[in-house]
């Protein structure tokens, strides 16, 4: 990378961090949870504007829904089902509920719940982070998405981290959630 766009990246990375009250910068080829929640909100209106027709868009790994070490996946609470995964096209159209992270904690029933609370919320597990080959522990953001003639369809994506807290991140999706607390939105 050229050392004056490495160096914008940076300054971009850190305004952004103290704009938006957040933990010190990552690695550029680790997700934020400011890109996680932009990405997920995102995704929420790109399926209530294109329906379930937009599936098919989250499920591509060359996509927009995919960046850095994160991605954006979708699934359906009411049906049990998977409906978008860009990594594991071969969760499509599967059920998730039964779906145990290495500490026995049944991750989706988690994400349905906490999906379905006003802005959202975050749910902590393990999970393998793409190209590591290993669990790490990943906090994922989750959110309902209005989709026409389709209810129960949360979206979600996630960040690696060991040292971010879930009220940290409730808070940051507080003030992102607030444009008086954020105008920047």
Known sequence: MLPIRRFALALLASMFAGLAGAAPSVPEESATPEEVITKVWAAAKFLQDKGVSGFASLNSKDGSWV???SYVFAFDCRLDRMVAHPMRPDLVGRPIMQITDNNGKYVFKELCKTGSQPHGGWVEYVWTRPGAGRVSRKL????????SFSTGIQVAAGVYDDKLSLDEL?????????PTKYPAH
């Open 170 to 178: 409730s808070k940051l999706t507080a003030k992102l959630a607030d």
């Open 140 to 147: 994922t953001y989750t959110q309902t998405a209005d989709v």
């Open 67 to 69: 960046w850095k070490d």
